[in-house]
């Protein structure tokens, strides 16, 4: 193969090892579906690129139609798996709708009123609409946060745009696209068609725009997943997999950035113990135990506002970080959670067994540290495993400035 025959191979190449990149990435966590929709995403613009450049099938309107729809394919795929990576979850019927009148106007533009350049166009300024208002969509919707993001918004917008650029730049140069139109419907030999197409200046300007771009969608996206599996460990390391709560380290790296923000105070904190957990386990068994905690940290995490924060910190206790609440508010929130466990069947403790809880908790003073406040909240819990259980006590004594 001529240097010029690989080159105009390195686009489907370069989309294969994509396409295996995050499927592998995929395969090894099954976790992200963008990832498994990206890998399909350029696997489709290999086949379809080998289906034109080989034309296989033979058949000339076949060709174009199967090349077209998996060019398509690809697009509405991409995107799919880009406002995926994005969380972008809105339905959005424009891209389908822009596809499907793309591969209308490709089978029209064959077999109705046959014009190559006609299809060009069709499909490109097709294509560039789907990408550039996919793009724009991202950061309307405020899903452009971090400079990985700014600058992924700025390649995906540009590659939208280069469908626009490139065809109105190169598909007047007609001269080879004509040749190649025309020996199309003589029917010539295979390697004359090739040799039509590598020279053609719309095909190496394509061929050139879809390497650069693809390759910084590629390496920017795969950065992207890397850092997404980073924080997957990252969270994983912090929760608590029994009751999907933070465990305690998770709980401190949460807690410490609302502790020091001064918009967060009042700040409170709770500190729950179930009464009698060691009992359920010797009667009922660990499983019976486990399905017990997992039905408190479900109950806890129903109560929350999107900035509180819950864990478990081990065994039978959880806590409860409450930022803009006073000892009073988290008080309620407490009596309210105790209520609602205390009405709570759980079908493991076969006697009909109620799970109770005693909670304790502390307002913040002003220059306490997250760790005394615990400590005054669980003293509550103490105390009110003293005086009966199953109930919630504030600690009068908040610090002074």
């Not at 989309?15 to 990435?25: M, P, R």
């Not at 469908?163 to 029917?187: D, H, W």
């Not at 408190?296 to 129903?302: D, N, Q, T």
Request: aromatic residues 12%; hydrophobic residues 50%.
């Amino acid at each position: 193969m001529t240097s010029s025959g690989l080159y105009m191979y390195t686009g489907p190449i370069i989309a294969l090892f994509f396409a295996l990149l995050y499927l592998s990435a995929w395969l090894y966590r099954r976790v992200r579906l963008y990832l498994l929709i990206l890998a399909l995403a350029f696997f489709c613009y290999t086949v379809a690129a080998l289906t034109q450049m080989a034309h296989v099938p033979a058949d000339a309107g076949l060709n174009a139609v199967l090349s077209g729809a998996g060019y398509t394919l690809c697009i509405l795929l991409l995107v799919k798996g880009i406002e995926g990576r994005f969380g972008e979850t809105r339905r959005e019927v424009f891209s389908l709708a822009m596809a499907i009148t793309v591969m209308l106007l490709t089978v029209h533009f064959y077999y109705v009123d046959r014009s190559l350049i006609s299809r060009i166009y069709a499909q490109n300024f097709g294509y560039g609409l789907i990408c550039t208002v996919a793009a724009l969509r991202l950061r309307f919707h405020g899903q452009v946060r971090t400079p990985l993001d700014r600058a992924f918004f700025w390649i995906f917008l540009a590659f939208g745009l280069q469908f626009f650029v490139r065809t109105a730049l190169t598909v007047p140069l007609t001269g080879e696209l004509a040749q190649y139109e025309q020996l199309l419907q003589t029917g010539v030999e295979r390697r004359q068609l090739l040799e039509v197409f590598r020279t053609s200046p719309f095909w190496q300007v394509l061929n050139f725009t879809i390497f650069i771009s693809g390759l910084l969608i590629g390496l920017l996206l795969f950065v992207a997943v890397a850092l997404d599996v980073i924080e997957d460990f990252r969270q994983e390391s912090s929760v608590d997999p029994l009751t999907g709560l933070l465990n305690r380290r998770g709980f401190q790296l949460k807690a410490e950035p609302l502790w020091r923000d001064a918009a967060m105070r009042p700040l409170s904190l709770v500190y729950c113990d179930i009464d009698h957990f060691k009992a359920i386990n010797d009667s009922f068994g660990h499983p019976a135990g486990d399905v017990v905690l997992h039905g408190v940290g479900e109950l806890l995490s129903g109560e929350l506002r999107h900035w509180d924060v819950a864990a478990r910190f081990g065994g039978e206790e959880f806590v409860l970080l409450l930022p803009r609440a006073s000892g009073e508010s988290a008080l309620g929130l407490a009596e309210r959670i105790r209520t609602l466990l205390q009405a709570t069947t759980f079908d493991v403790l076969g006697d009909g067994r109620k799970v109770t809880a005693s909670f304790g908790v502390a307002e913040a003073g002003a220059t306490e540290t997250l760790a005394e406040v615990i400590h005054r909240a669980d003293l509550m819990v103490y105390e009110a495993k003293r005086s009966g259980r199953n109930r919630s006590l504030l600690d009068p004594d908040t610090p002074a400035p």
